[in-house]
Structure formats: structure tokens, C-alpha cells
């Protein structure tokens, strides 16, 4: 939580503000002149991710959009719309999913992690179409990008290129380590 746990380029990248290469060479100034660490890696990480999904549109395109997305895996799309309702709302029996679906809601941005959380528990443990998902994000975020937001919702289904097909988070242990004195839970509840 706070102004200092990320970087903040998402919505300007999502906007076109700021282009990727620029990130990139600020990045390799950065490392040069002051220090290269653990966080710049990070950044390049997440860079090169969003490179690959976009790539993934070129190879695939709107194959990622499908109920069985790319159908590398067989998987079961089921869907609950009061289960749904009770996500979007931040009203599930998880104080933690709650916490982040109240902050998506009240800011329009949750961060990477929090996402990846939040969608493994509206597909796994509510048993919810993991594009009704991406659609709600699509519909609250502010740095919404149509080429992570669809293939992290695959990724994390199973529907797009994750060779485990698929990840189920195991949300208290999620929060153990992200959250273990429910700072975060507490705020947003």
C-alpha cells in the first residue's frame, strides 16, 4: 500500500504518455548511474510481459476473447452471476478479495499481485466465466490495457499460454505474505 509500492507507469503506458522504450532506456540510465537492483529488474520484467501479450494478440488474436481462450487446456468455464455479483460488489466471504474489490472500485487501480489474487478466486473458488472478469476490470481500471488485462485473465484460467494451466491461488497464503497484520484488509473493509 501507498505511493511508494510501484511505479505508477501503467496508466501512462495504458494512455500513451510514455512509450515502453522510454521506460526502458530510463531504466538503463538508472542502473548506470545510480544503482542496478532488485526493483529495476522487476521493471524489465513486467516490460517484457507486457511485450509478450502483445505478441500473443499478433500470434492468436481474438482467440484469446473465446470461452475456452487459446484451448491449450480443457477447461471447465462455469459461471455464477450472484457469486459474481458479491465479487464486483466486495461483499464475498473473504475480507481479503473484498479489500481489493473495494480499492478497485473506490481508485480504479489495484496492484499486479492483487489482481492476479483476485481473479483466482472469482474463477476457482466462485466459479465464476473468467471473462465476465477481464470485462469488469476492463470497466474499472484506470491503466486498462486490452492485451494484459485478457491474457493475465487466460493466464490465470488456464485459457491462455501458463504451461500448468492455470493458477489457483491459495488466497490465505497470499495473504500471510502480502498482508500479515491485514493492514491492507483493514483499510479497504
Not at 511505479?7 to 494512455?15: E, G, V, Y
Not at 455464477?80 to 481489493?100: D, P, Q, R, V, Y
Not at 473468467?130 to 494484459?148: C, K, N, T
Not at 501458463?162 to 500479515?180: A, C, L, S, T, V
Amino acid at each position: 500500500m501507498g505511493k511508494n509500492f510501484s511505479t505508477k507507469f501503467s496508466p501512462w503506458l495504458s494512455s500513451g504518455y510514455i512509450s515502453p522504450r522510454q521506460i526502458f532506456y530510463l531504466l538503463k540510465d538508472y542502473e548506470k548511474t545510480k544503482i542496478k537492483n532488485e526493483s529495476t529488474y522487476w521493471i524489465f520484467f513486467e516490460l517484457m510481459w507486457r511485450d509478450y501479450f502483445r505478441f500473443i494478440f499478433e500470434k492468436f488474436g481474438n482467440q484469446i476473447f473465446h470461452k475456452q481462450g487459446l484451448k491449450f487446456f480443457n477447461v471447465n468455464v462455469e459461471h455464477s452471476t450472484n457469486n459474481f455479483n458479491l465479487w464486483m460488489a466486495g461483499e464475498t466471504k473473504n475480507k481479503f478479495i473484498n479489500a481489493g474489490m473495494v480499492e478497485l472500485k473506490e481508485t480504479g487501480f489495484l496492484s499486479n499481485r492483487m489482481r492476479q489474487i483476485v481473479a483466482s478466486y472469482l474463477v476457482n473458488e466462485l466459479a465464476c466465466d473468467w471473462r465476465a472478469g477481464a470485462s469488469w476490470f476492463e470497466s474499472q481500471l484506470i491503466d486498462y490495457d486490452v492485451y494484459s488485462n485478457q491474457c493475465n485473465w487466460a493466464y490465470i484460467t488456464g485459457c491462455g499460454t501458463d504451461p500448468m494451466g492455470g493458477r489457483h491461488f491459495n488466497i490465505e497464503k497470499q495473504k500471510k505474505i502480502y498482508d500479515p497484520n491485514s493492514i491492507y484488509q483493514e483499510y479497504w473493509n
